[in-house]
């Protein structure tokens, strides 16, 4: 016989992070396949910091709120296309709530 926790009292997260070569200024990214890959020069120092920014957007893609292609990031219906925009900057709907939430 078995039984099932509706609630159980731990959380599993099984996203995979990847420490990759990335441009001196990125840190990380949430990649719409559910992984997330981190600049390997990060300091260690903030490295939980910025898994946990990347962890809200991968959050957001999940609900269906933010996805990108390679001319536009679509966030809520609303389309911003990529060559018009600082990637990253925190005004920008999807960073605001990561930023704030990490």
């Given at each position: 016989m078995a039984f099932k926790l509706n609630n159980p009292p731990y959380k599993i997260d099984n996203t995979p992070i990847y420490h990759v070569n990335m441009e001196d200024d990125v840190l990380g990214k949430a990649n719409n396949n559910g992984t997330i890959i981190i600049?390997?020069?990060?300091?260690?120092?903030?490295?939980?910091d910025v898994i946990n920014h990347e962890m809200v957007h991968i959050d957001q893609m999940k609900r269906g709120d933010l996805n990108y292609d390679d001319k536009n990031v679509y966030w809520k219906g609303?389309?911003?296309?990529?060559?018009?925009m600082n990637e990253g900057a925190k005004n920008l709907p999807w960073e605001d709530e990561a930023y704030k939430n990490a």
């Open positions: 600049n390997k020069d990060v300091d260690p120092s903030r490295l939980q609303k389309i911003y296309p990529r060559n018009k």
